[in-house]
T-cell receptor, first 113, second 115 residues
Framework: DQQVKQNSPSLSVQEGRISILNCDYT??????FLWYKKYPAEGPTFLIS?????DKNEDGRFTVFLNKSAKHLSLHIVPSQPGDSAVYFC????????????FGTGTSLTVIP | DVKVTQSSRYLVKRTGEKVFLECVQD?????MFWYRQDPGLGLRLIYF???????EKGDIPEGYSVSREKKERFSLILESASTNQTSMYLC??????????????FGAGTRLSVL
């Protein structure tokens, strides 16, 4: 059973506009969330994370928002750049089972120049 | 700089062959993981290890085994490769402890084709 879901397999955005990638989860025990970025033929690289005690974390052009009541998080990229074109995975961890990540299925972002 | 190295980028094997995928990390991480990535299915955990000689099954362990004889090396073994094991295999490592330390660092992946 998929505990972390990314319902949009793909997203296209014009360069300079905002990209919003969404992620939903079902397990209320998750207390730490991460976003990873993956280029073709490379491994995923860590992008940004957020603890459940926060509702927002910002790092340059990237901001992650967490809505615990809705069990929903989103990644905002502003402004979007062609180099942001990649597959984005969200992941969730529970402190109770800290070693295991639960990944979503990924969203392929294309930023059009 | 953090480094997770997978021994092969591309592998082509025949059905029934025994296949070894090797992963080495230089960060002295206790935790190591093997995933496979398939279109529409994301990253699925096969096995992980939180210490030398320790292993835990992930979500899809069937048809796979692992070996962790040294802290820096984690091997994935396909005892008898089948065509449905054609996939991208990703190794990762992380520190143990609280969630804020649990960033996983990934290797570049091994694209395995089983014919």
């Amino acid at each position: 059973d998929q505990q972390v879901k990314q319902n949009s397999p793909s997203l296209s955005v014009q360069e300079g506009r905002i990209s919003i990638l969404n992620c939903d989860y079902t397990n209320s025990m998750f207390d730490y969330f991460l976003w990873y970025k993956k280029y073709p033929a490379e491994g995923p690289t860590f992008l940004i994370s957020i603890s459940s005690i926060k509702d927002k974390n910002e790092d340059g052009r990237f901001t992650v928002f967490l809505n615990k009541s809705a069990k929903h998080l989103s990644l905002h990229i502003v402004p979007s750049q062609p180099g942001d074109s990649a597959v984005y995975f969200c992941a969730a961890i529970s402190s109770n089972t800290g070693n295991q990540f639960y990944f979503g299925t990924g969203t392929s972002l294309t930023v059009i120049p | 700089d953090v480094k997770v190295t997978q021994s092969s980028r591309y592998l082509v094997k025949r059905t029934g062959e025994k296949v070894f995928l090797e992963c080495v990390q230089d960060m002295d991480h206790e935790n190591m993981f093997w995933y496979r990535q398939d279109p529409g299915l994301g990253l699925r955990l096969i096995y992980f290890s939180y210490d030398v000689k320790m292993k835990e099954k992930g979500d899809i362990p069937e048809g796979y085994s692992v070996s962790r004889e040294k802290k820096e090396r984690f091997s994935l073994i396909l005892e008898s490769a089948s065509t449905n094991q054609t996939s991208m295999y990703l190794c990762a490592s992380s520190l143990p402890g609280t969630s804020s330390q649990n960033i996983q660092y990934f290797g570049a992946g091994t694209r395995l084709s089983v014919l």
